[in-house]
């Protein structure tokens, strides 16, 4: 039990710090310790609903629909189209492909961040990440091209969070229903999930309050490297 007390903790401090991660940081965690999967993802779905639609709520005043709506859109057609693509094409593959994409995309913020260019993508190259961010996340639950996505959207790091949470709440709302009806989620995973909110809660405010005391541009940075810890990540387990 206490290698989850401490991936709670890890997963949401960061999350309350950057606006996502926790998922990678808690799986990754408790990939440690052996935990199958299939008892880590409905707790972490069950645990990262709450986060999403506290940090929505807090941030409200930043949304912009026009971000949010299309992205949402892309993430449950995926998440509907998802099972007919998984019976033809490799999962594997699909995830080595992305991983090699969240690393290149994070690498050019980095470089732009660096040298403090504020040039656009061409339309039609975000319109692909846009697509590709919501269909990753639909697909697999997989956020890092999707963070990479609104994180070249959006001006800074408070709007980020917004709208990253926001397109997450409802991401997650749909997966809780899906979730429900597979039998994903049980008894079980519902009462660690219910031992582990007060950590998850005190984690994701005292990370979004250590986030009010770093400059903007160290938070960016811990995004993006969150963003390629992600891709290696994806890329090491399915090679």
Known sequence: MLIWIIAAAAAYFVKGLCGFA????????????????IDISPVDLLLGCPSNLIMTWKKRSRLDARIVLPLSGLILLGSIGG???????????IKLMFGFVVIIVATDMWFREH?????????????????????????FGVGALLAAYVSRVTQDTETFKAHISAVFSIENL????????????????????????????AALYAGMACSRFLKEILVKRLIIILLILSGVMMILSNI
């Not at 979730?179 to 079980?188: D, K, M, P, R, W």
């Open 174 to 201: 749909f997966r809780l229903i899906s979730y429900t009806a597979l039998g994903i989620i049980t008894a079980s995973g519902i009462r660690q999930a219910l031992f582990l909110l007060p950590v998850e809660l």
């Open 83 to 93: 099972a007919l693509l998984l019976k033809v094409v490799s999962v594997q593959r």
């Open 115 to 139: 040298l403090h260019d504020q040039s656009k993508m061409p339309n039609g190259i975000m319109v692909l990440i846009g697509l590709l961010s919501g269909f990753l996340c639909g697909l």
């Open 22 to 37: 926790n998922t990678l940081m808690f799986t990754s965690i408790l990939a440690v310790g052996s935990t199958a999967n």
